[in-house]
C-alpha cells in the first residue's frame, strides 16, 4: 500500500531553516519511483520544489527555486528530507510529498509558515 507521511513543518521567522520529511511506503523505494516534494501556497496549486532518484541521488530542482532547498533521501529508513533555509513569507503553505509517476494518494502534508 503506497503512503507518504509528511512532518517537520512550523512557524519561522523570515531567513529561517526548516527541515521536512517524508517517510514513504517502502515499494515506493523498491520500484524505483523518483520522490517529489510539493508546495502549495494558500488559495493556489501545488508547484514542484524538488525530486529525488534514491537509488542513484540523481536531483531535479526547478530553476525559480534558487538554490534554497535541498532534497536528500535515506533509502534504509525509506525517508527523504527537504532542508529549507533563507525562508520568505512566499514559502508559506502545505509541503506534500509524492512519487513520479504521480501516486493517487496524497499524504495529510507538513505545513509551513513564515512570519516574523
Known amino acids: 500500500q503506497v503512503q507518504f507521511v509528511e512532518s517537520g513543518g512550523g512557524l519561522v521567522q523570515p531567513g529561517g531553516s526548516l527541515r521536512l520529511s517524508c517517510t514513504a511506503s517502502e515499494i515506493i523505494f523498491t520500484s524505483r519511483r523518483h520522490i517529489v516534494w510539493y508546495h502549495q501556497a494558500p488559495g493556489k496549486e501545488r508547484k514542484l520544489v524538488a525530486q529525488i532518484s534514491p537509488w542513484d541521488g540523481d536531483i531535479y530542482y526547478p530553476e525559480y527555486m534558487k538554490d534554497r532547498f535541498i532534497i536528500t533521501a535515506d533509502s534504509d529508513k525509506h525517508t527523504v528530507f527537504l532542508q529549507m533555509r533563507n525562508l520568505n513569507p512566499d514559502d508559506t503553505g502545505m509541503y506534500y510529498c509524492?512519487?513520479?509517476?504521480?501516486?493517487?494518494?496524497w499524504g495529510q502534508g507538513t505545513q509551513v509558515t513564515v512570519s516574523s
Open positions: 509524492n512519487s513520479i509517476p504521480l501516486s493517487g494518494v
